[in-house]
């Protein structure tokens, strides 16, 4: 006996077959107040008030349903329904969280972070500051290799009276990037933040240690030799300026950086080798020689054996009367086993006059005083003469004339100086130095720029490293620096063809650069929430931001795709579904195409996609879907013939019966019996006015499939 349930779904479905909306409507609202628990006839009743224009009631449906799936696992079925709320209602914020926490839920990362940067928009242009931190500190928590969440929160942070917060997450942004050699980014994050943290020198160095790593010396060394205004001993930026003028070959200043930092530090070997480095880049060949005599031993006992040789082989080929280099080189090689070298500095010294005095070798001092220290099986000493009682004539207080010829422009007196002397730090007035952060010093600069050449020193032409230079350039994208070095190489290399020819190169890069439109990053969306935290692609487009004061502000947008790999694709595939079955037909597509990712779900995806496009009338891009599919090397048998099948449908819907006539008898070439191809092609025969028995009609089972794309 029929139940008043029962007698209400028939009548309810008699209605809708009479296009009786409004009695139908009843009938489902009966049905829901004797069954709440009924879901589909709940969801019935919803999609019939959508059709009505009642919203507002649709809405409540939909609302108890997606609680009812949520509340029992289905959170595939909860995402849809409310996906379907937000096409009803806009304005509720909720449902973004709600729609977050469900993707989080089932895995599905990626749609997760997208909205809850939707959440963290509203929050933001609303002033809901507490909301927006809370929000961007739950996205940085679920990804923490996103940065562009981090860079966001830290902004946001900054700005709200949580500078140290703000600071903590920033540096470690930095880091990050450093570590992948990422420093265009690095300097554009510098320019985003350094407004923000006016006084803070790290930041100030480390916008200088980037201009470095640019090869922009001259912009590093002009930041911190305005920071050493304010701290004129701070050993950090003391080694960091000296590495600067070293790069820009002002040798004295950087001779005498090091000079002032081992004034502090005497013992300091690392500074005291730079210095020596410094000392014969700058061609004082006397100075670095009295460096490396007094602390040979010490370098030694450093254990570097292998720097001292390098300094005193350039120094042989400088200073090559010099006895006291070819006697310690001597040395050296004879500690090192090199016999062949040994022979070689003893066949000079052979050419002296043999009256000559030799001076203490630095195998002597060394072996003799530390002998209690280091066994000659642990060096494994190979010497050239195994006469064991080989011994080397000193002459003790033999002291070596090393009167030098002249000062390093006035930075150096000639003499040696004390350990414990303090040696005043004598920066040229013409550098200009900038003012301090915060104060006036610009930092609206272009990475695309010429480098500042009031530093550039002049150097010697070297064709093959000016050109290695510009092939830098063009690799970091600096298109005008590359190619204004071009033109300087031709400029003294007229006849150079590979200069030519990669002046060339950089013109037309440069010319397609113009060309390329730029994005526009204020693109309206569909979504009035999704506006400014998709702008900017932080970690895959940062070299696209464009630093003024109109996009400081703007945030960087969440790469949903890059979490594609780590979410469920299986969730995805099945969430296209759903929203398929909802209408919802974009974001199924969406998701189909996420989806696809997986090779074995390709031609399900793309035939999805395919009927996708077609409910929505779009029957071109739905012919190419299908037509990939068939083109796909995972294509089976029978998604062959449902393929052939759907594209005869799709060519019926869009009037074009020919074109489905040779579909259906492909399908038909293939399997006689498959649905109701048979009568099918029937139909469309008659349509088209074509017998059966027409001779050129009969169904060829190897005919080639055509393509009406």
């Known amino acids: 006996m029929a139940t008043n349930k029962d007698k209400l779904l028939e009548s309810a479905q008699k209605s809708l077959k009479k296009k009786q909306i409004a009695k139908a409507i009843k009938d489902y609202a009966k049905i829901v107040e004797l069954d709440p628990a009924d879901v589909r006839s709940r969801q019935k009743l919803a999609e019939l008030y959508v059709r009505t224009n009642k919203n507002t009631e649709a809405y409540e449906q939909y609302e108890s349903i997606a609680k009812y799936f949520s509340s029992n696992g289905f959170y595939l079925k909860a995402i849809a329904i409310y996906k379907q709320m937000q096409r009803l209602d806009p304005s509720q914020v909720a449902l973004f969280n709600r729609l977050a926490e469900l993707n989080e839920k089932q895995g599905l990362l990626g749609n997760a972070m997208t909205e809850y940067r939707n959440l963290v928009d509203y929050y933001g242009r609303n002033g809901m500051i507490a909301d927006e931190i809370k929000t961007l500190e739950k996205m940085r928590d679920l990804d923490l290799n996103n940065l562009n969440v981090r860079v966001k929160l830290a902004e946001v942070y900054a700005n709200n009276e949580r500078k140290d917060e703000g600071y903590s997450e920033l540096d470690s942004v930095l880091e990050i990037l450093s570590e992948k050699g990422d420093f265009d980014k690095i300097l554009k994050l510098y320019k985003m933040f350094l407004p923000l943290y006016p006084n803070n020198n790290k930041l100030q160095m480390g916008l200088a240690l980037a201009f470095y790593e640019k090869r922009d010396y001259a912009r590093g060394v002009h930041i911190l030799e305005n920071l050493l205004k304010g701290k004129p001993a701070d050993p950090d930026l003391l080694r960091l300026l000296g590495r600067g003028y070293s790069d820009l070959k002002e040798w004295a200043k950087s001779c005498e950086i090091y000079q002032k930092l081992l004034s502090m530090d005497p013992t300091d070997l690392d500074i005291r080798e730079s210095l020596i480095k410094c000392e014969i880049d700058g061609r004082h060949y006397d100075f670095a020689l009295a460096e490396l005599e007094e602390w040979k031993d010490t370098f030694f006992k450093a254990d570097r054996l292998d720097r001292l040789k390098e300094f005193y082989e350039i120094l042989k080929e400088e200073l090559a009367d010099n006895r006291v280099v070819l006697q310690t080189l001597d040395s050296i090689y004879e500690l090192t086993g090199e016999g062949d070298k040994l022979l070689d500095i003893i066949s000079e ?119 290695e230079e510009a092939e830098f350039y063009v690799q970091q994208g600096l298109y005008l620096e590359a190619e204004k070095l071009c033109q300087a190489i031709l400029a003294y290399e007229p006849d150079s063809a590979e200069c030519r020819q990669k002046l060339e190169e950089i013109e037309g890069l440069l010319h397609r650069e113009q060309e390329q439109p730029e994005e526009d990053i204020a693109t309206a969306s569909s979504n009035p929430l999704d506006k400014s935290f998709s702008e900017v692609d932080f970690t895959s487009g940062l070299d696209t931001l464009i630093p003024d004061k109109a996009t400081e502000k703007k945030i960087f947008k969440t790469d949903v795709d890059e979490q594609i790999a780590a979410d469920d694709l299986e969730s995805h595939y099945n969430l296209g579904i759903a929203y398929r079955e909802m209408g919802l037909l974009d974001d199924a597509i969406s998701e189909f195409e996420k989806a696809e990712i997986e090779p074995a779900r390709y031609v399900d995806c793309q035939t999805l996609k395919g009927l996708s496009f077609s409910d929505k009338g779009d029957y071109e891009n739905a012919e190419l879907m299908f037509q990939q599919a068939l083109d796909s090397a995972h294509l089976e048998d029978m998604q062959r013939l449902n393929l052939g099948y759907e594209l005869g449908l799709l060519y019926e819907r869009a009037e074009r019966s020919s074109d489905a006539l040779v579909s259906y008898q492909n399908v038909f070439s293939q399997d006689s019996n498959y649905r109701d191809v048979r009568d099918k092609i029937v139909i469309l025969k008659n349509t088209l006015g074509i017998a059966e028995d027409d001779p050129d009609n009969v169904v060829d089972g190897n005919k080639e499939r055509i393509s009406f794309l």
């Open 349 to 467: 010294q052979e050419e002296e006059p043999e009256e000559m005095i030799l001076d203490e070798t630095l195998s002597d001092s060394l072996l003799g005083s530390a002998e209690e220290d280091i066994s000659v099986s642990d060096h494994d000493l190979d010497l050239v003469d195994e006469d064991p009682d080989l011994t080397f004539d000193i002459v003790e207080d033999e002291t070596v004339d090393l009167q030098l010829e002249s000062s390093l422009d006035g930075g150096f007196s000639g003499e040696v100086a004390d350990a414990d002397a303090v040696i005043e730090l004598n920066i040229d007035d013409s550098m200009s130095p900038a003012p301090s952060i915060g104060e006036d010093l610009d930092f609206s600069f272009d990475m695309e720029e010429d480098a500042s050449e009031e530093l550039a020193p002049a150097v010697e032409h070297n064709l093959q490293a000016d050109l």
